[in-house]
């Protein structure tokens, strides 16, 4: 006969052997930032993290003059430039901060007498508040009093400000412009939610900036695009730090940057460039965004919180119809059961949120529309 040390034993290790399979239940991963990568992207940096280049040291530990990382911050600024086909005379840097910084460092570098603000979102309105410190702020159109379930069309831009502000993904409110404006005036876009997610006519901005933690790297690094003769317009002293030109000037090298993230970030932007590049990511974009929409307005539970014809690619927003309301935990507790992860709504929208950037899979979508068409059977 067993004894019971036997029977625990075995009892133990079934434990353990059933963890490992639980723990190993695919997951979906729609989070709004940070967010999916590719999972070679991961491991790639993974890998350097151990063992940079063969070195025997980790990326953590060199030091970023080491003469093996000058070529990643290269590499990557040459394959921002090429996906984007950015034209002569603008420069690509790396910063930290996120772009809340670029908020305070947008108006401290170019805002001179007033600057404009296209207000769609609780970043555009944060962006704005900065500006405020520096000069005039023209708020062009908002849809702040439909709690921004549109971006506003029928506006003018005042012909004497320096730059216009806009936000190109609206990330908490599911809404999007695009293409790139056609506007009279220097054109400024946050584009962290949406950057590398289609192709941009670079030319049509005098800065373009993104925290990387959407849809471009891991969190810790915001890229710049930047209009080089712009730069040192503004008349009053800027704190070097916040100087985009020591940044330039230092092709990011003024101080110490984000190592590990700008290596992510290069090995993302390979990634991207090995898939058919900025064109082909803004057709698997719309391709998961047409399966998934499609289901929000055929199932009966659900709809969508924005504008049709402003809905975004990126951040899928919706809510379980009024007469079903009772069943909005329900079906995320059922959705989440069946690994999706991330799809709670912003508190300032509620329901729910899928974000699909560049590494969202068609299954993933997938998973989630099987899912919401066997709660909507079951009830
Ligand atoms: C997340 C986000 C921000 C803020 O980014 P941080 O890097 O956290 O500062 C700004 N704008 C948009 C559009 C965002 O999605």
Not at 227 to 234: I, P, Q, T, V
Request: proline letters at 4%; one cysteine or more.
């Amino acid at each position: 006969m067993r004894s019971l040390k036997q029977h625990l034993r075995e009892y133990s290790q079934a434990q353990l052997y059933f963890n490992k399979i639980q723990s190993k239940m695919k997951k979906y991963n729609f989070n709004a930032g940070p967010s999916m990568l590719p999972r070679e992207v991961i491991e790639n940096t993974a890998k350097q993290c151990l063992d940079f280049n063969g070195s025997g040291l980790s990326l953590m530990e060199i030091s970023h003059r080491a003469k093996d990382f000058q070529p990643v911050v290269d590499e990557a600024v040459a394959l921002i430039k090429e996906l984007y086909q950015v034209p002569e005379g603008y420069s690509v840097i790396f910063l930290g901060g996120g772009a809340s910084l670029e908020f305070c460092m947008i108006p401290y570098n170019f805002l001179i007498k007033k600057a404009a603000y296209l207000n769609t979102g609780t970043w555009a309105k944060k962006a704005m508040k900065e500006a405020k410190l520096f000069g005039e702020v023209v708020e062009v159109a908002s849809s702040a009093d439909a709690n921004y379930t549109f971006i506003p069309k029928d506006w003018t831009c005042p012909d004497d400000v320096d730059y216009l502000h806009i936000t190109t993904n609206n990330t908490i409110y599911g809404t999007e412009i695009r293409k790139d404006l056609d506007v009279k005036v220097p054109l400024i876009a946050d584009m962290s939610s949406d950057i590398f997610s289609r192709p941009v006519d670079v030319s049509k901005y005098d800065c373009i900036y993104g925290g990387a933690q959407k849809n471009l790297a891991m969190a810790g690094v915001t890229v710049v695009i930047l209009k080089d003769e712009k730069l040192g317009r503004a008349p009053r002293q800027i704190p070097t730090m916040l100087d985009y030109r020591t940044h330039v000037e230092k092709g990011s090298m003024f101080n110490t940057p984000p190592v590990v993230p700008i290596y992510s970030a290069l090995e993302n932007l390979r990634w991207i460039k090995k898939n058919g590049g900025v064109e082909a990511m803004a057709k698997r974009a719309k391709e998961r965004a047409d399966m998934l929409y499609a289901e929000i307005d055929r199932n009966k539970l659900f709809r969508g919180t924005v504008a049709e014809e402003d809905r975004s690619y990126m951040n899928l927003c919706f809510v379980m119809n009024d007469e079903y309301k009772d069943l909005e935990k329900p079906f995320f507790d059922f959705a989440t059961e069946r690994g999706m992860v991330g799809i709670k709504g912003h508190r300032s929208v509620g329901g729910f949120r899928a974000s699909c950037y560049n590494a969202q899979t068609i299954e993933g979508v997938q998973a989630l529309i099987n899912a919401m068409q066997e709660f909507e059977k079951n009830n």
